[in-house]
């Protein structure tokens, strides 16, 4: 359903990019084990699907780095941005705030924490995209408000393309969940990388939207 999303989200000016004649285009996936690939190998970790899925929509010049630390927040991802996020580095994925949710930080945090690191990105002229996350159910319904709000609402400010939610294409389907109930299986991992993938082609690339299993 996320790429029905798509659409509404985007509104937003893709930067130049020739497919046939450019060179490669680095883009650090900056996140926590939902990035690292939490129990599963690296060639099935979430940046390596994404990549193989974005070469399946002819930008094989995209070369995804992962730069996932599991436990992460995103007080620990600004402090390690311009480590994680090399120099040449053309774009970014901003997938940090599940363990802030998790450890019930405030929501005031979480958010300036990722408007620096947008902020820093801005400065490096990356392009950049932000991963919605979402509060558990059980961390009650005024802290979700606040939590879920962060991104949309950055996304608004920031002027930049907002991913509704990473982990939209598994959460409510059990089966594609590890035994801890909250990181995604590597078939799980293959369906989130498939949106995400449809997402960055249209949100950076300006490429159609388009379904396309890789």
């Given at each position: 359903?996320?790429?029905?999303?798509?659409?509404?989200?985007?509104?937003?000016?893709?930067?130049?990019?020739a497919l046939d004649d450019e060179p490669a285009y680095?883009?650090?996936?900056?996140?926590?084990?939902?990035?690292?690939?939490?129990?599963?190998?690296?060639?099935?970790a979430l940046p390596a699907r994404l990549d193989q899925a974005l070469a399946a929509r002819g930008l094989a010049q995209v070369i995804v780095l992962n730069a996932?630390?599991?436990?992460?927040?995103?007080?620990?991802?600004?402090?390690?941005?311009?480590?994680?996020?090399?120099?040449?580095?053309?774009?970014?994925?901003?997938?940090?705030?599940?363990?802030?949710?998790?450890?019930?930080?405030?929501?005031?945090?979480?958010?300036?924490?990722?408007?620096?690191?947008?902020d820093l990105a801005r400065?490096?002229?990356?392009?950049?995209?932000?991963?919605?996350?979402?509060?558990?159910?059980?961390?009650?319904?005024?802290?979700?408000?606040?939590f879920d709000a962060i991104y949309p609402d950055l996304s608004q400010a920031e002027d930049i393309a907002l991913y509704p939610f990473l982990l939209g294409p598994v959460i409510l389907r059990p089966e594609l969940l590890q035994r801890d109930g909250l990181h995604p299986t590597a078939e799980g991992v293959e369906l989130m990388a498939a949106p995400l993938a449809d997402f960055i082609a249209t949100a950076l690339f300006g490429l159609p939207l388009r379904e396309v299993t890789p």
């Open positions: 359903m996320l790429h029905l999303i798509v659409i509404g989200l985007l509104g937003l000016t893709a930067p130049a990019f680095r883009l650090v996936v900056l996140g926590d084990s939902l990035s690292a690939g939490f129990g599963l190998s690296d060639n099935e996932g630390v599991s436990g992460d927040t995103t007080a620990g991802g600004l402090a390690r941005f311009d480590f994680s996020v090399g120099p040449d580095a053309d774009g970014v994925v901003i997938a940090l705030g599940a363990n802030d949710a998790l450890q019930g930080q405030p929501p005031a945090r979480t958010r300036a924490n990722l408007a620096a690191m947008i400065a490096r002229n990356l392009d950049i995209v932000l991963a919605g996350m979402q509060a558990p159910v059980n961390m009650g319904v005024e802290y979700r408000a606040q």
